[in-house]
């Protein structure tokens, strides 16, 4: 039975997997544009495609050679089907072509956690605004996923080569059983790209592919994360009373590395987290935030039930203070909303300064926007949990990663997905070794 595992093929994962839905932009694209089909898509990723069959190529003034065509696609994405982000490098490409040399490509995936960042960089704190003027392709270069196209006929095994090597999606051509000319000629709107509709799978649709025939792994799956020696102990940190701006840098590492920044009081212990994929939930005004509060405040301020008003008039204050008015006016009337809802929470009422406060706050509303927001509390493992544990509750909370912790509350590491499929992988190369490639 465990032969069968060697069977399997990304097509196998990719069963109502929804297709990529694509908005067609200029090569004039701006980074504003990329943040408004954020928010109109209510998703939390676009990925950008440039697409052969519609122009021919040309570069984009002052842009990457990777985006090196006429037109550009952006593709809605929910997070059901990418947790988390972030450089862009070509696999093995299949592409649509179809033999005529025409082909589209996704090239890499911004979200908003790229744009929050890329607004509080120094050059763009005097006038976001502007910033927002500036092409795709400057938030693209910096940030961009690692994408990489694959057949539906390529092995499990080589997703998760893949996978290891620094993919973070696979995009995968949707297989049907129409002829490539009937596809070409029906093959228009959102979801299509040259006739062809993609999808793409995550670390997390493998997990779960994974724990789906967990069996056929034992006795892996029920030894502890210590045995099997997959804790990372280098983790992402800020204090909790440290600016947030401090920690931008360990963001936006936190985005590529598809982790999360663990918030931690004087003694060390875990507080909460500031997690991308919270972020991704919030919108652009998160960088008046990072700005002007402690890590700490960050945390209550994109937990669930929104800024508190209070805190909002304390952003305002210091960034006049700070001769930030271009982030003050990126302040708008939406967060009166927010206020008057978390204004009149009485667990809104405790202390921000307090780190144990924030322990206590489990009940909170599901979300304070349109978007499903997590809360800012931190999802914990202990050492001696078992692999299969730790599968279960990472993915039942929707992240990619589970923090480790003592019994007296010590922070030792943090376990990712990356980690879980390492253990995998060698498993399935010893299958192979052993039974040779199916």
Known sequence: MALTLLDHVVADLCLGKPALKSLSLSSATSVGD????????????????????????????GGDALINYQNISTSTTNDDDDNNNNNNSNGKSVNGSEGNG?????????????????????????????????????????????????????????????????????????????????????????????????CWLTQEDVIQFILSRIGLFTPIPNLSIETLGIIRTEILTVDY???????????????????????????????????????????????????????GDLMAYIDW????????????????????????DMLSDDYSSYSSVSSSSDD???????????????????????????????????PRSSLVAVMIQAIAH???????????????????FSDMLEVFHEHLQSMLEEWGTP
Request: proline share 5%; charged share 20%.
């Open 34 to 61: 990329a943040l408004s089909a954020i928010k109109a898509s209510q998703d939390n990723f676009i990925t950008i495609w440039a697409c052969h069959c519609r122009k021919y190529p040309r570069k984009l003034s």
């Open 241 to 295: 009373h440290a600016p947030a701006s401090l920690a931008l840098d360990a963001i936006a590492r936190a985005l590529a590395e598809q982790t999360s920044v663990g918030v931690v009081d004087e003694d060390g212990t875990l507080v909460g987290e500031i997690s991308p994929f919270t972020l991704c939930g919030c919108d652009e005004t998160v960088a008046a935030a990072i700005m002007t509060l402690s890590a």
């Open 398 to 416: 929707r992240v990619n990663y589970v923090w480790v912790m003592e019994d007296d509350y010590t922070l030792i590491g943090i376990v990712t």
């Open 102 to 198: 025409e082909f589209c490509e996704c090239l890499g995936k911004i979200c908003m956690v790229d744009i929050i960042c890329f607004l509080c960089k120094e050059e763009n704190l005097g006038s976001p605004a502007s910033a927002l003027l500036s092409p795709v392709s400057d938030v693209l270069n910096q940030a961009s996923g690692f994408v990489k196209h694959v057949d539906p006929s390529t092995s499990l095994v080589e997703a998760i080569d893949l996978i290891l090597q620094g993919a973070q999606n696979l995009v995968v051509p949707i297989q049907t059983s129409s002829s490539p000319y009937s596809r070409r000629k029906a093959g228009s709107g959102p979801t299509f790209h040259n006739g062809r509709e993609y």
């Open 348 to 382: 809104e009422s405790m202390p921000l300064s307090s780190p144990t406060s924030r322990l206590a706050r489990h009940n909170r509303s599901w979300s304070y926007s349109a978007r499903m927001v997590r809360k800012a509390e931190a999802i914990v493992c202990h």
């Open 305 to 328: 039930g929104g800024p508190p008003e209070d805190m909002v008039r304390v952003m305002k204050a210091r960034l006049v203070e700070s001769k930030l008015e271009g982030l003050l």
